[in-house]
Structure formats: C-alpha cells, structure tokens
C-alpha cells in the first residue's frame, strides 16, 4: 500500500493551457506510481472571482477529461469536483477560527490578485487559503505538489495544522511537505515573458490550449514574442531575455531535457529557424492529449461516472476525517 496521499487541485476557471499540463498535470502522471492521489477540481476556489454559472459544469468535466486524457488514471486515482464534498467548506470554517488576521494578510497571492481593487474583491480571493488548507488536511494529505506561486499557501496550511496540534494538545493534523515542482516548470505568456500563462489573459495569444487545433498552435508560435539576437547558449544571456527563455524552457519541459542542453543544441541558431521546431514538438506531445479530451468530452455519461466515483471514495475519507476533528474540538458529528 502506498503510505504517503498527494492532494492537489486545478480551478475550472477555463480550458487548460499547457502551463497547467507542464506545471501541474504532467507531475500528476508521474506522481500516480508513487502515492496515493486524490486529485480535485477547485470549483470552489474559482468562484473567488465571477465565473459564467452555465459553463461551470462543462469546464469541470472537462478539467477531469484533461486529466485522463494526459494520462492519469482514474481507477487508480481519485478525480472529483471540490463541492460535491461538502467536508472541504466544513473544516475550512474551523480553519479561518484557526488562522490568524496577520497570517492572511501576508499573503502575496491575494494582494497580487486584489491589486489596487482590494476593497472590492470578494471575501472569498482573501479567505482562499484556509480553504486550500482544509482541501489538503480533510483527507490528511501529506504532500502537495506546489509550483513558486502556491508555496506560501502551502506554509500557511502547515501554519494552520501546526497551531491546531498546539491548540487541542493533539498530533492529529500531519504539516504537509511541499513536492517542489521547480521554477522552470513556471510557463510564461507568449506575449509578454514577465507574466505567467493564464487561463484568464484576456489575450487568446498568450498561451497554447491544450485542444488548440494543429493551425493555432502553429500560428500562435509563430507570433509569439522573441527577440532579433539569435539562441546563445550562455544560460545566464538566455534568462535576461523573458520571452526567448519562456520559448526554450517549454521545449525543454516537452521533451525532459534541462534547458542548457537544448541551448547547446540550437547556439547560433534564429528564433524562426527553432519556432518550427518548437511548433513540431508541440503538436507531437499536446495535439494526441486535445483530441483525447475532444474524445472523452463526446461521453458524459462516462465523465459523470469518474465525478461520481471520485465523489463517493473522497467523501469515506473526510467524512471520518472531520469526524474527528469535530471530536477534537468538542463539537458532535451525529
Ligand atoms: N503558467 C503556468 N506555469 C506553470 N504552472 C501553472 N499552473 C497554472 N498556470 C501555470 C499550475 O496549474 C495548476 C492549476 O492551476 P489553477 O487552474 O488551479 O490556477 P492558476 O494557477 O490560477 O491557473 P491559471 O491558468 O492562471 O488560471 P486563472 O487565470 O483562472 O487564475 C496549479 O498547480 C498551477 O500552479
């Protein structure tokens, strides 16, 4: 039996890009071996902001067809949507009695997110990680694949399980370890190397969709930003240059290699001259993943059943799970 359970979750908040496969979802694949997976649509957690109530079912299967179309399997892994669990909303409540002000406050993520608008965001984008740290410790997960963005929220779950223990004399919470997943794992936007890939770049030109057709994968490449100099393969020359650096650093992630063997493979050579290369590559690896999900989207029924599924084995687990916790804290669960 494999001892140690991973958690991790994917917003429903667009179609995924291959920053989503290559920072997150191609980890899961690997990961499938060695733990035991739950992995979860963060329905909850995109509703943070606005998100279309009439597409929000069709977004959700589709991040579950995505995921079995890139190869996790979901007889050996556990797929389900965040709020068809309702054991999440539940311990999130004891979380933010737990959590601190301060602790909140310090987040980056929110004050990114919030910008110069923070009075009028919800109270929901401000309170998001007690949430992600219940998502994570009703199903006492002991390890969370987290890329540069989610470290802190991950901090702040060990923060949370930590003054729990302390506070009802218990060692009941494990403090869930980080699987780093590195920052060339981080996929950057095509039209603008200093801001990440994103489902919700206004622009369609700033990211590959995993279901883009052969032409708009090519003609995104095409366009996407570079620089006049040719490829050097001085590693340090390629970081200054954000958007070259994002070009090649996906190259890499597609094909396993670290990102100063591809430079050495292509030093002296123009950005037009490897686009064709990097075009091809893409098409190689995500163009069978979109036509999977195209696929897989033509059977609900099927889809339903994964959620279902996924939807009965979760709820065993934080069901007795936050049993105990109301135990703990001397409430009743009847
Ligand atoms: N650009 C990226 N590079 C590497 N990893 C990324 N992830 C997202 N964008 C990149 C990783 O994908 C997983 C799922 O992300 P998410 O959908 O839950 O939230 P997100 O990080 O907010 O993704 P987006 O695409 O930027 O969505 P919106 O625009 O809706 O906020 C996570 O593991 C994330 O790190």
């Not at 899961?28 to 957690?45: G, I, R, S, T």
């Not at 979380?95 to 923070?118: E, H, I, P, Y």
């Not at 794992?185 to 057709?213: N, Q």
Request: charged share 25%.
């Amino acid at each position: 039996m494999k001892k140690n359970r991973i958690l991790s979750g994917v917003q429903p908040s667009g179609d995924l890009h291959i920053g989503n496969y290559l920072g997150a979802i191609k980890n899961f694949v690997k990961f499938q071996n060695q733990y035991e997976c739950l992995f979860c649509v963060v329905d909850l957690h995109a509703i943070t902001v606005w998100q279309n109530p009439s597409v929000m079912l069709h977004q959700t299967r589709k991040v579950i067809s995505a995921f079995i179309a890139s190869g996790i399997d979901p007889n050996k892994n556990t797929l389900f949507a965040q709020s068809d669990v309702p054991h999440h909303t539940q311990l999130a409540w004891i979380f933010s009695c737990v959590a601190r002000m301060g602790w909140l406050n310090r987040m980056t993520q929110f004050k990114d997110k919030a910008g110069k608008d923070k009075e009028n965001v919800s109270v929901g984008l401000f309170t998001y990680p007690t949430l992600m740290a219940a998502d994570i410790l009703i199903y006492l997960a002991t390890h969370v694949p987290v890329g540069e963005d989610q470290k802190q929220h991950l901090e702040l779950t060990r923060d949370i399980a930590q003054k729990f223990n302390n506070d009802f004399n218990t060692s009941f919470f494990p403090l869930p370890e980080p699987l780093i997943l590195g920052n060339g794992k981080r996929v950057m936007s095509l039209r603008d190397g200093s801001k990440k890939m994103s489902k919700s770049d206004p622009s369609d030109y700033s990211r590959i969709m995993l279901t883009d057709t052969i032409d708009q994968i090519s003609n995104k490449i095409k366009k996407a930003k570079t620089d006049s100099h040719p490829i050097s393969d001085n590693l340090e020359d390629i970081k200054n240059r954000l958007e070259a650096h994002n070009l090649i650093s996906i190259f890499a992630s597609l094909n396993d290699k670290e990102v100063s063997s591809v430079l050495n493979e292509y030093s002296g050579k123009d950005f037009s001259y490897f686009k064709k290369d990097l075009i091809e590559l893409i098409v190689e690896k995500i163009s069978p993943i979109g036509k999977e999900i195209s696929k897989l989207m033509q059977d609900l029924n099927y889809i339903d059943n994964v959620l279902l599924r996924g939807k009965e084995n979760s709820t065993i687990l934080a069901d007795s799970i936050l049993s105990k916790v109301y135990e703990i804290i001397g409430l009743k669960k009847r």
